[in-house]
Structures are given as structure tokens and as C-alpha cells.
């Protein structure tokens, strides 16, 4: 026998052992038959499509298997799903005895489980959104139904091809999803320009609140530093009211006076005004 391959022994027809890859005796005389298995090779089969010839371009059918492929989702959308199945022999004794046609039974089985699986999702999940979770849970369930009718096989992978919605309204479901398309581009860019205003927009806000509350702290400490003057200046003038009074009588002529082109001084005494040259401005050259 080769490497991968184990031999099922019967012996008048009853299975008594599997023989692994090597050199082993048997009884002759069709006392004990062999039947050669290969336990490594994996076998694939295919739904809704078939390969016509493998290669670096693989040749298709060109026929449709609907039957296989077309299925109703979980919100009652119609979905036209091709997959795959790869699996390999576990247990040969339980391959060739305990159910007469394993590749025909495993395609039963698949192709109801993926109805099954189908039918729990949504057109969008399964088209697009879900594909990987549909394909885990359809091996899954797969692997277990085989496992109970035990038939010797183990599912190595389950793997989703073309899925899309039926001919007849492939226009439609692409005018949908383009129109979702739009949807959420323009969701994205109200999304980006709320990202960009609202935040400017608060930063100035900030901005205003701290300039106003600058503001309002400088105004308060001017007052403040004015009172205080106020109050010192206050205190000093009841320490000497006449003194005081005059000083600031003769800081503040002294202020305006200079400010003053012509300046007179009038005697309640007299009719007229009297000039007081002295204290006007001279004229440059003079």
C-alpha cells in the first residue's frame, strides 16, 4: 500500500481490521479481501458551479445549477450561493460500511445545512457582511450532522464562492447598494465637517470666554487699585484737609495751566479782565 493509503481487511466479507501503509499479509483465496482507501488525499465538491478542468485558468461550467444554489434568506431576499466543500476520509472502516453512498450523503447534508445557515441571516449578511461566520457555523454544523450518521469523513473546509442575488433582480440589489453607498458618503462627509466646525467653533468660544473673563479680572483689579487710591488719597486729606486741598488745587493748575493758550485772572473787584502776559506762551523767535 502506498503512503497514503490504509487498507479496510475483511474476512468472508466481515470487516476485522484496517491495515496501515506497508507490507501485510492476508489470507488468501478471497478468504480476506483488501480494500484500499487513501486517507490523505482531500476531496472537494462543489455547489452551484462545477469546475469543468484545473489549472492555471480553470475552465467553469457554464450552466446554472439552481436547484443547488438558489436560496431564501432570513428576510425572505432570494440569494443565488456557490460553495465548496474540501474533506477527507477519518475512518475508513465507517466510510465503505456504514452508509452506501457518503458522497451523495454528504452533499445532502451540506446543501441543507447551508440553507439552514442561509435562511438564519439576512440577504446583506450573507452577500457581504457575514460570509466568514456562515462559513465556520455551515462547517460546524455539517461536521456534527456527518459525525452523528457517522460516516468516516471530516469537513476540512466549507468555503463560500460567488453569492449574489438572482439575475432577474441583480440590477435592482446593485442600484440598492449603491444607493447605500451614497448614503453613507454622505453621512461621512456631514460627519467630517461636524468634526471640523464644531470644534473650531468651540475653541473660539473658549477663547471668547477666556478674553471676557481676562477682561472682567482687569477691570476688577483697576477698580480695585483705583479704590484704593481713592482711599489712600482719602486718609491723607483728612490727616490735613487745607494742605491737602491746596496741593491738589495747585497739581491739577498745574496740569491744565500749560494746556491753555490764553489765561486770565479775574478779580471779583473789578469791571474787566486783565491779561496776565507772564503765564502765556511765547512765540518761538520772540
Known sequence: MAADEVGVIQRFGKYTRTAEPGLHLKFPFNVETVKKVKILEVKKEEFGYRTIEDGVRTQYSGRDYPE??????????????????????????AYLFNVRNVRETLRDVSESIMRQVVGDNSVD?????????????????????????????????????????????????????????????????????????????????????????????????RAQGDAKKFLAVWAEYNKARDVTRRRLYLETMQEILPKLENIYVVDEELTGLIPLLQLQKKEVGQ
Open 68 to 93: 443547488e444554489s438558489l436560496m431564501l434568506t432570513g428576510d425572505l431576499n432570494s440569494a443565488d450561493v456557490e460553495w465548496i466543500v474540501q474533506y477527507r476520509i477519518k475512518d475508513p472502516a
Open 125 to 221: 449578511e450573507v452577500i457581504v457582511l457575514s460570509r466568514q461566520d456562515i462559513e465556520a457555523q455551515a462547517q460546524l454544523l455539517t461536521q456534527g450532522l456527518l459525525d452523528e450518521i457517522e460516516t468516516g469523513v471530516e469537513v476540512r473546509t466549507i468555503k463560500l464562492q460567488d453569492v449574489n442575488p438572482p439575475a432577474p433582480v441583480q440590477q435592482a440589489f446593485n442600484e440598492v447598494n449603491e444607493a447605500r453607498q451614497e448614503k453613507e458618503r454622505i453621512i461621512n462627509e456631514a460627519l467630517e465637517a461636524y468634526n471640523k466646525v464644531i470644534p473650531q467653533a468651540r475653541g473660539q468660544a473658549e477663547q471668547t470666554i477666556r478674553q471676557a473673563e481676562g477682561y472682567a479680572t482687569n477691570r476688577t483689579n
